[in-house]
């Protein structure tokens, strides 16, 4: 994992088409797996993944155990050639009971696999685990129509469980009234413990992430000048993080997920 902190480098904005990202359940485990695929070789990956690997996600959340699954392509970055330029979002209720799950022939039993798999095209640079800790929303909100970019923000820390306890105390409870007043225009936010790997080469500990309805709100969002912020909690959130915060930038070309309502 000696070169996670390059993958932690770009700015990281989720273009999201319908998604309700990431509502998964808390005794659930999240996997995000980080490819490499080459330029020439996107345009077929991408297909093969809508056209054939979105499909047998929904028939494995049909099944219960894959609660959530994404596909997203990076927009920018630097030193490309040696950065993931993809990212899978999978989470699972069950971390142990994986087997079956990615079983195309149940769903395509006259397709052949060569036609199907992405492996060949693309390398696996990075898995990481996590677990969701916390979410809040904008009252009202339509995740198909509101949740189209996300900020997805790595902290590190050495104190991660304190560190998500303080922004569930201090920031959770203000984002939330701040978006359901119309103060700002996010739409959700909600943050994760990073499970595993651990390091300190990875240069995050935790993740958070705040949703948008647009790209121009998700890069310069703007406050009205009531709002109040809780910066006694701020400061103790500050307190315990090493170093600067580091966001991402990806787009989001599908996803599957039985819980969301839209």
């Known amino acids: 994992m000696k070169h996670f902190k390059i993958l932690l480098s770009a700015l990281v904005i989720l273009s999201a088409v319908g998604i309700y990202l990431p509502l998964q359940a808390q005794d659930g485990i ?20 809508t056209t054939y690997w979105s499909k047998v996600a929904e028939h494995a959340a049909t099944k219960g155990n894959l609660t959530f699954w994404a596909l997203l392509v990076k927009q920018g970055g630097f030193d490309l050639p040696n950065s993931p330029n993809v990212l899978f979002i999978n989470t699972y209720n069950d971390i142990d009971n994986m087997g079956g799950t990615w079983n195309p022939s149940e769903v395509f039993p006259d397709v052949p696999v060569e036609k199907m798999e992405t492996m060949s095209m693309s390398k696996v640079m990075h898995t990481v ?3 969701t800790a916390h979410w809040v929303e904008k009252e009202g909100v339509v995740p198909s129509d509101d949740f189209n970019y996300v900020v997805m923000v790595y902290h590190d820390t050495d104190s991660p469980g304190q560190l998500i306890a303080l922004e569930n105390e201090h920031w959770a409870p203000f984002i939330k009234s701040a978006m359901d007043a119309g103060k700002t225009p996010q739409k959700a936010w909600g943050n994760s413990v990073i499970l595993s790997p651990s390091g300190p080469d990875m240069k995050a500990t935790t993740l958070s992430y705040d949703l948008y309805s647009s ?15 809780p910066e006694e909690g701020l400061a103790k959130i500050n307190e315990l993080e090493n170093g600067r915060r580091i966001s991402y930038v990806y787009r989001i070309v599908q996803v599957v997920n039985p ?3 839209n």
């Open 215 to 229: 790209l121009k709100d998700a890069l310069a969002p703007n406050w009205t000048d009531d709002a109040s912020f």
């Open 129 to 131: 685990y996590l677990r």
């Open 259 to 261: 819980n969301a309502d």
């Open 30 to 49: 999240t996997i995000h797996q980080y490819r490499q695929v080459a330029p020439e070789h996107m345009q077929e990956f991408i297909e093969r993944e």
